[in-house]
């Protein structure tokens, strides 16, 4: 029995199965040829089964896997892809070439369907998508290193410590900051929420030269401010400071 990839037929067996190749009487060692040669009679709808059948034999009788055998395959379709488009233009033989280069092709579009090694692909076109990959993950690289800069230049050399065990002191003065009306009628501050006052506490700050941490800043401003929730009440004994409008609204006194 010859060694092949592909499952070939018996000698003198007539009734093979459909997807075997070969010859009944004559055995030949041009076993890649024999291969094009059934793929160029059958339907797309056939490739995967055609695939699988010869992709089986390969597996029971071959140390290699499925990538081995998927990249043999891949070769031997695109050589002859190649090779067709060599003949002349003008020949017999370039209507007959014409229709199976677009056989080939559409078994070369279905193993690229089931690659999973970039097997199918040519080394050029392998090569340039890597390269576009590469350009967008160095323009990314540029982006996330300006972001670092911008980031840095806001970071400062020290934070300013809030001493001995007056941060809720310091907090009792964010709240206040937050209800300050103007003398028209509007916030001092335009605001939503409260993440963006106890992220700027725990970053620019520290307590007792002591980083403060995000969670415990956030609860001293939760979304509804309710005296129920634990932990977010400035004791009465370190409401040190009330700010007051200096200036009052016109027609007062």
């Known amino acids: 029995m010859l060694h092949s990839y592909f499952k070939i037929r018996d000698p003198w067996n007539f009734k093979p199965h459909k997807f075997e190749i070969g010859t009944p009487v004559i055995q030949s060692s ?16 056939e490739f995967p089964d055609f695939y699988n059948y010869h992709l089986g034999h390969y ?11 998927h990249r043999y395959v891949s070769d031997i379709v695109s050589t002859r892809i190649a090779q067709l488009k060599l003949i002349d233009p003008f020949s017999r033989k370039a209507l007959r070439a014409k229709g199976k280069i677009e056989q080939l092709r559409a078994f070369h579009k279905f193993l690229g369907s089931v690659d999973r090694w970039n097997s199918s ?34 970071k400062p050399s020290t934070e300013i410590d809030i001493r001995d065990k007056y941060l809720p002191t310091f907090i009792h003065l964010i709240h206040q900051l937050q209800n300050l009306v103007l003398p028209d009628g509007r916030r001092l501050f335009n605001f939503q929420g409260q993440s963006t006052w106890y992220k700027l506490l725990s970053k620019y700050f520290t307590h007792n030269y002591k980083p403060i941490p995000k969670e415990t800043a956030r609860n001293y401003f939760p979304v509804q401010k309710t005296p129920t929730i634990k932990g977010t009440q400035v004791p009465e004994d370190l409401r040190l400071f009330e700010i007051i409008l200096a200036k009052p609204k016109p027609g007062k006194r």
């Open 121 to 154: 692909k040519a080394l050029e076109v392998v090569i340039t998508e890597k390269n576009e990959e590469i350009a967008g993950l160095k323009e990314q690289i540029t982006e996330l290193e300006h972001q670092l800069k911008t980031f840095r230049d806001y």
């Open 30 to 45: 041009f076993h890649d040829n024999h291969f094009v040669l059934k793929l160029y009679g059958l339907g797309e709808n």
């Open 59 to 69: 597996l029971d009788n071959f140390p290699g896997d499925e990538q081995d055998f």
